[in-house]
């Protein structure tokens, strides 16, 4: 294994994750830079969200290693990753369906406030993140939405609703799995700008299967196929590989 | 289940929102106004119906309480806490009868027993999800129904029988029907309370979050493990003080209280009441106590009554009476 690059603020050496036998993720060297939006492409089934899954700890790696922040976190518990302030979103939408927006926002808010264990007092206490929330719900554009269920927003709102409460942890890595999956044209816009902003002073990791977001938004691109990196490098170096064009352009057909 | 989910561009307008929130709070005042009416019904209730069955209807109430505690706001479906209402039953019937303790503290002695079993079989079943954490949960309360079989100071079939009310801290004679009727009432008002104070919590809210997307919140950095083992104490606590007073109660602690079928009544209470519902857990309970009582001396068994009502709920209304009551208030 070799060491890990000291500029990177999430690295992996080595990271492998067998199923029954099937290497999902094949001895993957993965180095993020900080203050970089990198992207992570690659054909149906090349291992992404598993990648994800094993950077986020809730899948442990069968080989290999992790570094966030010159801290191996490969033994280290999702929750306490997340804590550590490497915060994922899920291909799925997460948000928590009945619970209202506002309340969705507060859930990620009241931890750090100590106001999470608390259970002989009234949660009127959560009133005391309101301004905070609202300011965080605001600036993904939902303040018109705060008292609906989240259930009731359509999906790119979701999305939106998914990156507000993300951010209330100020975690300074985002990783976002295929956020603009399922989009169409305008909300993909609306999401491309947010992610953008607040990329500013934070690192961002992302899964997509947009070239044209990953063209506009990404400073780096790590191809995957079949569980192993195919190139990496900007778009316009990784877009010209050959290897890539046959593995993942030339298949593409969406 | 949300057809608005599909909705797209058509966007809700902010003056629903609104709306939204005016209903909820006209929701809440209406559960303010039958708290105070339910209330004011369980004080004058003992001068017109037969207390004990009033007393029988207030601990199975609280059981369902806090056995709604776990179902309803965590999400997690326990086969086995009938070990907490029965060993508690147990604990605060030994106190009180060899022990010698006053009814508050054999009462306490139970409910703080219950938690500690609440400790030991949570720890093991939290770890988990769906259909095998109920599994897990009632394979450890048959274990404990098998202890409390064979530990000499239960009497095993006989039970412990003829458990004294005694003075409620060697002041009140709870001998007398009014008295131990209105410390019960206090104390199921407590646990009510109780139960009512953590879903409305910060914990509470957590809590919640946890039963809508387990994962999102692991992602937000909640140890959910920590969160759910806490309301499995929590809730087999109140279960067990449940359990130590219908021992004072009824002055008997037997192997009804710890078998696996009490563990199945509690969740039909629930469902037929409404779980996730403040008040749900305690009118299904009323309604199965009632209906238990009502069968008791007719040629119909019980049990066949019981599962049509069940088999019922299930086809009919599936959010359980207070449910479906609140679904249409919010129409």
């Known amino acids: 294994m070799s060491a890990t690059s000291s500029d990177a603020i999430l690295s992996a050496r080595g990271l492998t994750k067998e199923f029954f036998g099937f290497k999902a993720v094949n001895n993957v060297d993965l180095d993020v830079m900080e203050g970089t939006i990198h992207a992570l492409i690659g054909p149906n089934g090349a291992g992404k969200t598993t990648v994800f899954n094993l950077l986020t700890k809730f899948l442990t790696p069968t080989e290999g290693r992790i570094v966030f922040r010159g801290e191996d976190i490969t033994k280290v518990k999702p929750a306490d990753v997340a804590r550590l302030g490497l915060v994922r979103s899920f291909q799925i939408s997460a948000v928590f369906p009945h619970l209202t927006v506002l309340d969705n926002v507060r859930v990620a808010l009241q931890r750090k406030e100590g106001l999470a264990v608390q259970f002989w007092r009234s949660n009127r206490l959560l009133g005391r993140l309101n301004e905070e929330a609202e300011r965080l719900i605001d600036a993904v554009g939902l303040s018109a939405f705060s008292a609906y269920d989240a259930a009731e927003l359509p999906y790119g709102r979701k999305r939106a609703l998914e990156i507000a409460t993300t951010l209330a942890l100020d975690p300074p890595v985002l990783l976002f799995d295929e956020p603009m999956a399922g989009m169409g044209a305008e909300d993909i816009g609306r999401i491309s700008d947010l992610i953008r902003r607040i990329a500013k002073g934070r690192t961002v990791v992302m899964v997509e299967h947009n070239l044209n977001v990953v063209a506009d938004l990404c400073d780096r691109v790590t191809v995957l196929a079949r569980g192993e990196i195919l190139a990496e490098g900007d778009y316009a170096a990784v877009s010209n590989d050959k290897r890539v064009r046959e593995a993942y352009m030339g298949s593409e057909d969406e | ?331």
């Open chain 2, 1 to 331: 289940m949300s057809s608005l989910t599909q909705s797209g561009a058509a966007a809700p307008e902010a003056t629903d929102a609104e709306a939204g929130h005016r209903r909820q709070k006209s929701l809440s005042r209406i559960g303010l106004v039958v708290a105070v009416i339910a209330v004011a019904g369980l004080i004058a209730a003992p001068f017109f119906v037969y207390p004990v069955f009033l007393m029988t209807v207030l601990c199975f109430a609280l059981f369902a309480t806090a056995f709604n505690l776990l179902l309803g706001y965590v999400g997690l479906l326990s086969f086995g806490h009938a070990a907490f209402f029965g060993g508690a039953a147990y604990f605060a019937a030994h106190a009180a009868k060899v022990w010698g303790f006053e009814p508050l503290s054999a009462i306490l002695v139970g409910a703080v027993g219950a938690g500690v079993m609440g400790l030991a079989v949570g720890a093991l079943a939290i770890r988990r999800q769906g259909i095998y954490f109920a599994m897990v949960t009632l394979a450890l309360s048959q274990m404990i129904f098998f202890i409390f079989l064979q530990a000499p100071f239960t009497h095993g079939e006989d039970g412990i029988q003829g458990v004294p009310r005694g003075d409620l801290l060697g002041l009140v004679d709870l001998n007398r029907p009014l008295n131990i009727y209105y410390f019960v009432l206090a104390v199921f008002l407590f646990g009510f309370f109780a139960v009512w104070r953590i879903v409305h919590s910060p914990f509470g809210h957590v809590l919640q979050a946890i039963r809508e997307n387990e994962n999102r919140a692991i992602s937000l950095g909640y140890r959910v493990e920590r969160y759910k083992l806490a309301a499995f104490v929590m809730s087999a606590t109140i279960a067990g003080l449940a359990g130590a007073m219908k021992a004072i109660v009824l002055q008997i602690a037997t192997l009804t209280d710890v078998a696996w079928q009490m563990s199945g009544e509690v969740v039909l209470m629930t469902l037929l009441g409404g779980m996730g519902t403040i008040f749900g857990p305690s009118l299904g309970a009323a309604v199965v106590v009632t209906m238990q009582n009502y069968f008791a001396t007719s040629d119909v068994p019980v049990t066949v009554i019981i599962g049509v009502v069940f088999v019922l709920c299930v086809l009919l209304f599936r959010r359980g009476i207070v449910g479906e009551a609140i679904r249409l208030m919010k129409r």
